[in-house]
């Protein structure tokens, strides 16, 4: 854990992250309402996990999908909702993207309906040539994403 403020730390260690706290704040997401407790537990096992911690309890979360060269994945960034507006989105994102194994890559992505403001503070863009983008989803995800 890195000290943030005398309360207030960031973790990247998979094993300091509050799953059920993180399950439930998904479950009542747009993005992640359908999914099952086992699924965001494989999910947080096969991706970069990170999070901030206010006097010892969860706060904030947001994992990365990588092959830490060329691409990496944002998803589920989100801060509980007794902390947000506090500025905790800005300082978890910050520490992450300022991970040492992130530091090369070539082309970072995410997909939000409503928080481009804040990713525009770290470089995101929206897409240059979205006619290069395809996607595939399955009849779940089309209940989400249409």
Do not use: C
């Amino acid at each position: 854990m890195i000290k943030i403020m005398d309360d207030l730390f960031f973790s990247s260690d998979r094993n300091d992250m509050d799953l059920g706290l993180i399950f439930n704040f998904l479950k009542k997401t747009y993005w992640g309402n359908l999914r099952t407790l086992e699924e965001q537990k494989k999910a947080n096992e096969n991706t970069l996990n990170f999070g901030l911690f206010k006097n010892g309890k969860q706060i904030a979360f947001s994992r990365i999908m990588t092959d830490k060269v060329f691409f990496a994945y944002v998803l589920d960034v989100f801060v509980i909702h007794d902390e947000q507006g506090k500025g905790y989105s800005k300082i978890l994102i910050d520490h992450m993207m300022k991970d040492p194994e992130l530091q090369k890559i070539d082309k970072w992505i995410l997909a939000t309906k409503d928080a481009h403001t804040l990713y525009e503070k770290f470089g995101f863009e929206k897409i240059k040539k979205p006619e290069m983008l395809m996607e595939k989803l399955s009849e779940r995800a089309k209940k989400i994403y249409e």
